[in-house]
Nanobody, 129 residues
Framework: QVQLVESGGGLVQPGGSLSLSCAASGRTFSGGAMGWFRQAPGKDRKFVGVVTWSGGTSYDMDAVKGRFILTRDIQKDTLTLQMRRLEPEDTAVYYC??????????????????????WGQGTQVTVSS
C-alpha cells in the first residue's frame, strides 16, 4: 500500500518557523516528483512547491514569497518543507503529494491538483498569536 505520511505541523506564532516532513512508503518516487499543496479553510487546494526527480525546484512565489525551502532525499523518498517568517495567511492543511510525472520543474502542470496521483492525509499548520 502506497502511503505519504506528513509530520511536523502545529501552532506557531506569526514570524515563526516550522518544518514539515513527508515520508513515502510502499513504493519509490525517485523517478518522479514530490511536492506540497495546502488548503486554507473555505478555499481550494493550492500548489506550494515541487522537487522533481532531477532535483529541480519550483514554488508558488505569490504564496511562498521566498520564505519556504524544499529539500528532498531521493534515496530515502522523503521531502521536507522548511517554512520561515510565517504569516496568519499560511494557516492551512498542508498535503504532501507525489507522482511519476517528469516534467521540468518550471512546468505549471505541477500546479494542478489533478496531476498528482498520491496524496498524504494532511497536517495542520496554524499561525496565530
Amino acid at each position: 500500500q502506497v502511503q505519504l505520511v506528513e509530520s511536523g505541523g502545529g501552532l506557531v506564532q506569526p514570524g515563526g518557523s516550522l518544518s514539515l516532513s513527508c515520508a513515502a512508503s510502499g513504493r519509490t518516487f525517485s523517478g518522479g516528483a514530490m511536492g506540497w499543496f495546502r488548503q486554507a479553510p473555505g478555499k481550494d487546494r493550492k500548489f506550494v512547491g515541487v522537487v522533481t526527480w532531477s532535483g529541480g525546484t519550483s514554488y508558488d512565489m505569490d504564496a511562498v514569497k521566498g520564505r519556504f525551502i524544499l529539500t528532498r532525499d531521493i534515496q530515502k523518498d522523503t521531502l521536507t518543507l522548511q517554512m520561515r517568517r510565517l504569516e496568519p495567511e499560511d494557516t492551512a492543511v498542508y498535503y504532501c503529494v507525489a507522482s511519476d510525472n517528469r516534467w521540468l520543474s518550471s512546468s505549471v502542470n505541477y500546479h494542478e491538483a489533478l496531476n498528482w496521483d498520491y496524496w498524504g492525509q494532511g497536517t495542520q499548520v496554524t499561525v496565530s498569536s
